[in-house]
């Protein structure tokens, strides 16, 4: 049981109309399950005009602040002034009452990688909650905590955001016993001034840390000293992570192998042999991280380092397979790279150092779209992005939007595909561009629909 209505009462002061227990949380009666409490969040839409269809599904009860007309009176409700604040409420109240130890998770790239890395170790060793998909904002992160069971032994949560002053309340509300700053780089710069700005807002991951917490940061970082100052301020203990000899836990060496990445690292001292199967010195910043992260809230880092072999990446997120045009023929194919999730700066270039470093292909294709939200700075970013060294080991790209394109402009004419307004004009010439024997990799944000362009690749996938 994960709430009551006495609970609930008292976590928001709000009155039940009649007693009710619930096994989950939900925000949106697509997902809700049986036995869910629906909390009737307003936002894009107002879930006050979803309650029949939620008690149609077998909600227990609504959380609401207002009752519409036409609601059948026997529907188990929760009245409260306002339903975000007693989302929070929720959440606040069940932190309170738990003793899980947990991890916060923020960075311009890589949180929800390494999310996902400490949910899986973890999970191996104690009970263990987390955020689904990417619940990193200001519902998220309170429904995650709502979510979570009392007897949960370690919490994991995501936090993320678009403009300043958002992180700090969201750390506060989790208390982590301990926060990762996984990366700082060019995103979200339309509410921002400049990268500093963005570094002092992923500090503030550290503002709600419980006493003698810890902050693991990535030691390579330019603005690592933003990070620590903000750390020192709440007397965390600092670890550090990356290659530079200062970090305690320190990549010496990396080998790409068959399905994965094998590395060679020191933890304290003391060196390891990894291995994950996924491609990327990225991905391998983020194992760091996770492993502090472990030994922190008291797990067995030998013991996840070694779990860390049978982990997969999300779709979408670097994940590399084959494509088979041909029932047939097993040689009638290509590979894909698909790192269509989302995109900036950073992530992109830590996608064209895994495209530089896989060998063996015909060619090499990529095909972009917009980076977004990166502010008035954003034509001449993808702009620059064309001098990088890393787009030499592309044969060709082939671009998607009003951004790209000043993108593609800047490129050599021998490296210059197609150009296109939007996602749809590739998505559906996909067989022009890709041929047997390539290396076919997709990147781009969310917005600018990467993901429909490798739906399409994927397509062409021979059915037996």
């Known amino acids: 049981m994960i709430w009551t209505s006495t609970m609930a009462e008292n976590a928001t002061r709000g009155k039940s ?19 869910d409490l629906f909390v009737a969040l307003t936002d894009k839409r107002d879930g006050h005009d979803f309650l029949d269809q939620a008690f149609e599904k077998g909600a227990a009860a609504a959380v609401v602040s207002r ?24 959440a606040c109240y069940r932190r309170k009452e738990c003793t899980a130890k947990c991890i916060a998770v923020t960075g311009s790239v890589g949180k929800t990688t390494t999310k996902e890395l400490l949910r899986f170790v973890l999970a191996k060793q104690g009970k263990t909650h987390a955020s689904e998909k990417s619940y990193n904002n200001h519902w998220g992160v309170p429904l995650t905590l709502a979510r979570m069971p009392k007897d949960t032994e370690f919490g994991i949560f995501e936090i993320g955001m678009n403009a300043p002053g958002e992180i700090l309340p969201l750390s506060m509300m989790v208390q982590p016993n301990v926060s990762i700053v996984t990366s700082v780089g060019l995103a979200h710069m339309a509410a921002f001034d400049n990268v500093e700005d963005i570094a002092r807002e992923k500090a503030d991951i550290f503002g709600g840390l419980t006493e003698q917490g810890s902050a693991i940061i990535n030691a390579d970082l330019g603005e690592v000293a933003i990070l620590e100052d903000t750390a020192r301020q709440k007397n965390a203990n600092i670890i550090k992570f990356g290659f530079t000899s200062e970090a305690q836990y320190r990549v010496k060496e990396i080998k790409y192998i068959s399905g994965g990445t ?12 990894a291995k994950i199967a996924a491609r990327g010195e990225h991905y391998v910043q983020n194992v760091m991280s996770v492993l502090a992260a472990v030994k922190e809230v008291g797990g067995d880092e030998v013991t996840a380092s070694l779990d860390l072999a049978f982990w997969q990446p999300q ?24 790192d269509s999730y989302n995109a900036n700066p950073v992530s992109l270039l830590a996608g064209l150092r895994v495209v530089a470093s896989l060998e063996g292909y015909k060619r090499k294709v990529a095909i972009l779209s917009d980076m977004l939200e990166l502010g008035a700075q954003s034509p001449e970013i993808h702009a620059d992005m064309a001098n990088n060294p890393l787009c030499k080991s592309v044969t060709k790209f082939h671009c998607i939007g009003p951004l790209m394109k000043h993108f593609y402009a800047k490129l050599p004419p021998e ?15 996909v067989k022009e561009f890709v041929s047997v024997g390539d290396l076919v990799f997709v990147k781009g944000s969310k917005g600018s629909r990467a993901s429909e362009v490798v739906r399409s690749i994927n397509l062409l996938q021979r059915s037996s």
């Open 17 to 35: 109309t009649v007693p009710w227990n619930a096994q989950g949380v939900s925000i949106d009666t697509r997902t809700l399950a049986q036995g």
């Open 67 to 90: 009752i519409p007309e036409g609601l059948d009176e026997k529907n188990p409700l929760l009245l409260v002034d306002s339903v975000q604040k007693a989302l929070e409420d929720m």
């Open 262 to 273: 094998q590395f060679n690292f020191l933890s304290n001292g003391t060196e390891v042999v």
């Open 315 to 338: 779709d979408g997120r670097g994940t590399l397979k084959t494509i088979y045009l041909d029932k047939s023929e097993d040689n009638f194919s290509f590979d894909l790279l698909d």
């Open 415 to 429: 490296k210059q595909g197609i150009w296109v307004e939007n996602a749809d004009e590739i998505a559906t010439r």
